[in-house]
């Protein structure tokens, strides 16, 4: 319990043995459930999750969204709180992350990982694709938002019901954002340090990236 509110962390899992085990290991105390979301990982992913406690739920089809989708319906929190399972997002800015959410009153809370500090932690490539993706969604849907890749949020767990949500994939991330932008959802972006990913990167840089960007226009214009 985190102020008198249930906690829930949901992590999605492709074979992320490496980085599941750091995350759990920095998971703070006051967290009420963690649920792994196993994507069909063929390490020992599962048997890691559930050596720290964590309820480790499986999704047969593959899918980032998917996994989301299938954890979401397990979460019993009234805050729900996402990073994915490489440890490159800070469990440890769980705390500060719940704390200004809870002060300035958010409904979704959007944790940017820019400026990145860490050179080693995303290449060129990947910083210039996540400025065009983030700044063709802001021109799109009216808002500013500085990284609307990011895969680390804090929402009230009630938002849900009123969500569209149909990406399977990569673009479950802008939409799960362009979702809570909807009228009366109080939005929130705050910066976290992000850090290289443990074990071998999962997201395609341009099959990805094109998909995200045809993902974008085709929400606003259908
Ligand atoms: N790409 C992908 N990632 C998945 C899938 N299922 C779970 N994941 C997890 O989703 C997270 C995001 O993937 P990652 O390779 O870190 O991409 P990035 O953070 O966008 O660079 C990781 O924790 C993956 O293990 C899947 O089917 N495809
Ligand atoms: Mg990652």
Redesign the pocket.
């Known amino acids: 319990m985190y102020r008198d509110q249930r906690i829930t962390v949901i992590?999605?899992?492709?074979?992320?043995e490496q980085?599941i085990e750091q995350v759990l290991r920095r998971m703070p105390g006051f967290v009420d459930q963690v649920i792994v979301?196993d994507?069909?990982s063929t390490d020992r992913t599962r048997e890691v999750a559930e050596s720290f406690g964590a309820e480790v739920i499986r999704?047969d089809v593959?899918?980032?969204g998917?996994?989301y989708k299938r954890g979401f319906r397990h979460a019993t929190g009234d805050i729900i709180i996402t990073l994915?399972?490489?440890h490159?997002y800070p469990p440890d800015a769980i705390s500060y992350l719940l704390e200004a959410f809870q002060h300035l009153e958010a409904d979704f809370l959007n944790a940017s990982r820019f400026p990145v500090l860490d050179r080693r932690a995303m290449s060129f490539k990947?910083k210039f694709g996540n400025l065009v993706l983030s700044i063709c969604m802001s021109v799109l849907f009216f808002r500013w938002v500085r990284d609307s890749?990011s895969?680390m949020w804090v929402f009230r767990r009630s938002i849900l019901a009123d969500m569209k949500l149909v990406s399977d994939?990569?673009a479950f991330?802008e939409e799960i954002k362009i979702e809570a932008l909807k009228n009366g959802v109080r939005f929130i972006e705050i910066p976290i340090t992000y850090s290289s990913?443990l074990?071998?990167?999962?997201?395609?840089p341009w099959r990805?990236g094109i998909h995200n960007l045809l993902f974008l226009l085709r929400k606003r214009f259908d």
């Open positions: 992590s999605p899992c492709l074979n992320e980085g979301v994507n069909g999704e593959r899918g980032y998917r996994a994915d399972g490489d490159s990947h890749q895969g994939g990569m991330s990913r074990g071998e990167i999962k997201l395609n990805d």
